[in-house]
Structure formats: structure tokens, C-alpha cells
């Protein structure tokens, strides 16, 4: 059974015909705190009595390893391996058979991790007749236990500190000297053969599939989704490995379903905005040009038509992608020249000079709206006229226009309304629906970053100012 953790303690489990712990709550902290000691290093925890298992697989003991970012050198997570020693039981069990003894597994602090015949797991033997014996790496000594003389073997392991004991009946080594030292020299290799195939299961199963997933899970942290764990087999690794790579499929598919709906989403809203364009200048404009047909002579009226041909022509035609800024200070002229029909000549407009804007885009009508605002607000019966001004200049990496007018500028109460309604007007309000529509597109292609501002006062004019990404004109 394999356990992962993250930094949170959250576990993931990979599971092979066994089921999950029922008091991993329990020993959680006992696995982290001993990892966070080892600081990487793996370390074997003692055998455990693991409730709610058949009896032939009720005893595990755990290899728990934090795992260590290998550029931060900081704590990513844990991996927890529970082992079954009924791997070691096939091992040993025929030694016993020909000792006529027992085996036991004891760990640094005297608790048996392992007893051939079940009697001693989980007890301490630090006070026991064997354990002041054992107190150096290997040897043997006499000592009785339960009143009967034995002979113990022990060794123990350079990579574990666990030590490894075989205790041999002495009628049994009496009876046959010669097999009793056979028997040692078994022993002796017997449990070298056994703390070499500890560290070998330690390097080859754990550490070496974990460093390569250690890696692909910071490639996914830099944002690469493009690997894949190789599971060349059906063991805990590979069980981990094929669960990874389930993950990062469904990160993958989650991540282009996000994706369509939002190109959707700004699609619709686009097209929604497009539609909403204000057609009550058209209308007025064409009322002007009735009235002049029949007060005036034929041409002022064919000019008026064909300014008007224009403009349609241009708001129409296109969809609302970005224009060269020099077609829509064109568009923008043609406007004014309109309002000047209907107003009587009332209006002028001023605009940068070419060389500030030359190769630069912008989102086609752009302007439009703000001028028009510009006359609602601003023309007054009592003026003879207004001047329309828009300047332009850099700021950073972002293109500032201001549109400034000397009309009678706006009460407090009236500019509050406006501005609120460039994020969202009140239910059937149609106050500044043109500046309102100007602003979401910004929005919508750019950013939130993006979009109108507005300042006015009342007796001295209004001024709209517009923030854009510089965005050079397409060859």
C-alpha cells in the first residue's frame, strides 16, 4: 500500500489488492514528524498491528520518505509504504525449520519489528535476557530465556540500524556441533543476504520511481502538462505513476473546456455589443436631411447624403475589429461634419497630429460614442458654439487619449450617474449606453486593466480619457 501527501497533510493512495488503513489518522503524525527528522532520508518504522486485516497480513511495517524539491531544497510532500512481513516470513521461515530457533527483528529502540512465530511483535526487549548481548553491530552470545539455554546470533544492518537475531535451542547445538556451525555460517549469510535485500528494495523500488516523478510534478508546477509517468509495471510505483497520469489528463481537458467557453462567452458578448449601437443619431440625421431637401438646393443636401453614405459604410461593414487610427480620425471627420449639418456649423474639431499616431491601431468606432456624449452633454442653446479637442500621448507601454470639450460640462449628480453606468447601468436606464458599450470592448479585448475614465465640470467642459495597449497597425 502506498500513501502520498502533500504539504497539507491531504493523502492520495495508490492501493493493490489491500484496503486502507483504518488508523492512518493515527499514525500520520508519528510518519511526519519522523520523515521531517530524516529531512529526506528514508526511514523504516516499526511493525505495526494493522486492525481490520485478515490475520495472515495484519502485521506491516511502514518506509516513509519526505520528499525534497531538489531546486528549493523545501518540502514538497511525504510518501508512506506499508510492506507486509509476509515477505519476510518466506524468507526466514526455513531457516527456522533447520535451526529449530527463532528469528526476530528488533529496531533501534528494542521494539520487534518482526518474530517468526508472532508471539513478541510490538513488545520491547531493551530489558530482556538478549538485548545487553547485542549491543554491537554483530556476534553471539549464551543466555537462557524462559530457563533454557540458546545461543544468539546477531548482526545488524548498516542501512536500517535494525539488528537481526537468531536464537538456536543449546541441546540442538550439543546434539551436533558440526550442523551447529553450519548453521551459524547459514545464519551469518542469511543475514547479510537479508539486510542487503532491505537496502536493495529501499534504492531500486522506492527511490528511484519517486526521483523521476519528483520531477514531472515540477515540471507541472512550471506549467509544462506535456509529461507522462512510464509505467512499466503494476506495483505500488506504477499504480502511483498511472493515477498521475489520469490527473494531468483531466487537468489538460479541464483547462480547454475553460477555454471555449470563455472564446464563446467573448464571442456572444461581442456580437451582443455590436448590436447595441445607438441609432438615434442616424435617425436625426436623416430628419436633416428631409428638412434640408426641402428648404435648401440639391447639393448641401447630396453632400449630407453622401457624408452619410460613409459613415454608415464604415459603422456597418467589418464587424468591430481593430482599424488603423487614421481611418477612424477620417470616420471621426465625417461625424462632425454631419452634426455641423444639423446644427448649423456649431461644432470644431481638433485632432493629434498624424506623426503622434502613425502605425497605430485601434478598435474601430471608438471614438464616435465620446463625441457624441460630448453634444448631448455639453451644446447648449445659448452657445454659438463648441470645440471638440483629442490629444494623444504615451504613457509606458499604454497609449492615453483624451477627448475634451469647453461645452457646459456636467453637475455633480449627473457625472456620478455616468460613471456609474460605464460598469453597470440601472435596470431601463439608457444613460451613456454608447460610452458604456465603448468601455466593455475595451475590456473585453484588453483587459480590466483598460477602458474610460471620465471628468467633468459643470460651466467648463468634459473630458473622456482612453487607456490602450500600444497595437501597431498589421502590415
Same mark, same amino acid.
Given at each position: 500500500?502506498?500513501? *502520498?501527501?502533500?504539504?497539507?497533510?491531504?493523502?492520495?493512495?495508490?492501493?493493490?489488492?489491500?484496503?486502507?488503513?483504518?488508523?492512518?489518522?493515527?499514525? *500520520?503524525?508519528?510518519?511526519?514528524?519522523?520523515?521531517?527528522?530524516?529531512? $529526506?532520508?528514508?526511514? @523504516?518504522?516499526?511493525?505495526?498491528?494493522?486492525?481490520?486485516?485478515?490475520?495472515?497480513?495484519?502485521?506491516?511495517?511502514?518506509?516513509?520518505?519526505?520528499?525534497?524539491?531538489?531546486?528549493?531544497?523545501?518540502?514538497?510532500?511525504?510518501?508512506?509504504?506499508?510492506?507486509?512481513?509476509?515477505?519476510?516470513?518466506?524468507?526466514?521461515?526455513?531457516?527456522?525449520?533447520?535451526?529449530?530457533?527463532?528469528?526476530? %527483528?528488533?529496531?533501534?529502540?528494542?521494539?520487534?519489528?518482526?518474530?517468526?512465530?508472532?508471539?513478541?511483535?510490538?513488545?520491547?526487549?531493551?530489558?530482556?535476557?538478549?538485548?545487553?548481548?547485542?549491543?554491537?553491530?554483530?556476534?553471539?552470545?549464551?543466555?537462557?530465556?524462559?530457563?533454557?539455554? %540458546?545461543?544468539?546470533?546477531?548482526?545488524?544492518?548498516?542501512?536500517?540500524?535494525?539488528?537481526?537475531?537468531?536464537?538456536? +535451542?543449546?541441546?540442538?547445538?550439543?546434539?551436533?556441533?558440526?550442523?551447529?556451525?553450519?548453521?551459524?555460517?547459514?545464519?551469518? *549469510?542469511?543475514?547479510?543476504?537479508?539486510?542487503?535485500?532491505?537496502?536493495?528494495? =529501499?534504492?531500486?523500488?522506492?527511490?528511484?520511481?519517486?526521483?523521476?516523478?519528483?520531477?514531472?510534478?515540477?515540471?507541472?508546477?512550471?506549467?509544462?502538462?506535456?509529461?507522462?509517468?512510464?509505467?512499466?509495471?503494476?506495483?505500488?510505483?506504477?499504480?502511483?505513476?498511472?493515477?498521475?497520469?489520469?490527473?494531468?489528463?483531466?487537468?489538460?481537458? @479541464?483547462?480547454?473546456?475553460?477555454?471555449?467557453?470563455?472564446?464563446?462567452?467573448?464571442?456572444?458578448?461581442?456580437?451582443?455589443?455590436?448590436?447595441?449601437?445607438?441609432?438615434?443619431?442616424?435617425?436625426?440625421?436623416?430628419?436633416?436631411?428631409?428638412?434640408?431637401?426641402?428648404?435648401?438646393?440639391?447639393?448641401?443636401?447630396?453632400?449630407?447624403?453622401? =457624408? @452619410?453614405?460613409?459613415?454608415?459604410?464604415?459603422?456597418?461593414?467589418?464587424?468591430?475589429?481593430? %482599424?488603423?487610427?487614421?481611418?477612424?480620425?477620417?470616420?471621426? $471627420?465625417?461625424?462632425?461634419?454631419?452634426?455641423?449639418?444639423?446644427?448649423?456649423?456649431?461644432?470644431?474639431?481638433?485632432? +493629434?497630429?498624424?506623426?503622434?499616431?502613425?502605425?497605430?491601431?485601434?478598435?474601430?468606432?471608438?471614438?464616435?460614442?465620446?463625441?457624441?456624449?460630448?453634444?448631448?452633454?455639453?451644446?447648449?442653446?445659448?452657445?454659438?458654439?463648441?470645440?471638440?479637442?483629442?490629444?494623444?500621448?504615451?504613457? $509606458?507601454?499604454?497609449?492615453?487619449?483624451?477627448?475634451?470639450?469647453?461645452?457646459?460640462?456636467?453637475?455633480?449628480?449627473?457625472?456620478?450617474? *455616468?460613471?456609474?453606468?460605464?460598469?453597470?447601468?440601472?435596470?431601463?436606464?439608457?444613460?451613456?449606453?454608447?460610452?458604456?458599450?465603448?468601455?466593455?470592448?475595451?475590456? @473585453?479585448?484588453?483587459?480590466?486593466?483598460?477602458?474610460?475614465?471620465?471628468?467633468?465640470?459643470?460651466?467648463?467642459?468634459?473630458?473622456?480619457?482612453?487607456?490602450?495597449?500600444?497595437?501597431?497597425?498589421?502590415?
Amino acid at each position: 500500500m502506498v500513501y *502520498l501527501f502533500d504539504v497539507y497533510g491531504h493523502p492520495y493512495f495508490a492501493i493493490k489488492n489491500t484496503a486502507i488503513r483504518s488508523d492512518l489518522q493515527d499514525v *500520520l503524525p508519528r510518519w511526519t514528524q519522523l520523515a521531517e527528522d530524516a529531512n $529526506g532520508t528514508p526511514v @523504516l518504522v516499526s511493525t505495526q498491528d494493522v486492525a481490520g486485516r485478515a490475520t495472515s497480513s495484519r502485521y506491516v511495517f511502514t518506509v516513509v520518505r519526505k520528499i525534497i524539491d531538489p531546486r528549493t531544497f523545501e518540502s514538497i510532500g511525504m510518501i508512506a509504504i506499508d510492506a507486509n512481513i509476509g515477505v519476510i516470513d518466506n524468507i526466514i521461515k526455513d531457516l527456522d525449520k533447520s535451526t529449530h530457533g527463532k528469528t526476530l %527483528v528488533v529496531d533501534e529502540s528494542g521494539s520487534v519489528v518482526y518474530d517468526s512465530d508472532k508471539s513478541l511483535i510490538g513488545q520491547n526487549l531493551k530489558n530482556s535476557e538478549l538485548m545487553p548481548g547485542a549491543l554491537t553491530e554483530q556476534g553471539s552470545f549464551h543466555t537462557k530465556i524462559d530457563g533454557k539455554g %540458546v545461543l544468539a546470533i546477531f548482526k545488524e544492518s548498516s542501512v536500517t540500524g535494525w539488528k537481526v537475531l537468531i536464537t538456536i +535451542p543449546e541441546d540442538e547445538l550439543m546434539a551436533d556441533a558440526l550442523r551447529t556451525r553450519t548453521y551459524t555460517i547459514a545464519a551469518a *549469510l542469511a543475514i547479510m543476504a537479508f539486510a542487503l535485500l532491505i537496502s536493495l528494495v =529501499l534504492v531500486f523500488a522506492i527511490t528511484r520511481p519517486l526521483r523521476g516523478l519528483v520531477r514531472m510534478m515540477k515540471e507541472v508546477q512550471t506549467g509544462n502538462l506535456d509529461v507522462a509517468f512510464p509505467v512499466v509495471s503494476r506495483d505500488e510505483a506504477g499504480l502511483v505513476g498511472s493515477a498521475f497520469n489520469r490527473m494531468i489528463d483531466r487537468i489538460k481537458t @479541464l483547462i480547454q473546456d475553460i477555454y471555449a467557453v470563455e472564446e464563446r462567452k467573448k464571442e456572444a458578448e461581442l456580437q451582443s455589443l455590436q448590436h447595441q449601437i445607438n441609432p438615434h443619431f442616424i435617425y436625426n440625421t436623416l430628419e436633416s436631411i428631409r428638412m434640408t431637401a426641402v428648404l435648401s438646393d440639391n447639393k448641401e443636401v447630396a453632400k449630407m447624403t453622401q =457624408l @452619410l453614405g460613409k459613415l454608415l459604410r464604415y459603422s456597418i461593414h467589418g464587424g468591430l475589429e481593430s %482599424v488603423p487610427i487614421a481611418k477612424e480620425w477620417e470616420h471621426l $471627420g465625417i461625424y462632425v461634419q454631419l452634426l455641423n449639418y444639423r446644427y448649423g456649423s456649431r461644432f470644431e474639431l481638433e485632432l +493629434p497630429d498624424t506623426r503622434e499616431t502613425e502605425g497605430l491601431c485601434v478598435i474601430k468606432l471608438l471614438f464616435q460614442p465620446i463625441v457624441e456624449n460630448a453634444v448631448y452633454h455639453g451644446l447648449h442653446e445659448s452657445r454659438s458654439g463648441m470645440r471638440i479637442r483629442v490629444q494623444c500621448r504615451q504613457e $509606458g507601454k499604454d497609449l492615453l487619449f483624451e477627448v475634451a470639450d469647453d461645452g457646459e460640462g456636467m453637475e455633480e449628480e449627473t457625472l456620478r450617474k *455616468l460613471q456609474a453606468s460605464l460598469l453597470q447601468a440601472p435596470e431601463g436606464d439608457n444613460t451613456g449606453i454608447g460610452l458604456r458599450n465603448v468601455n466593455e470592448r475595451i475590456k @473585453l479585448k484588453y483587459g480590466e486593466t483598460y477602458g474610460l475614465s471620465i471628468r467633468s465640470s459643470f460651466g467648463q467642459g468634459t473630458t473622456v480619457t482612453v487607456r490602450l495597449p500600444t497595437e501597431p497597425a498589421v502590415r
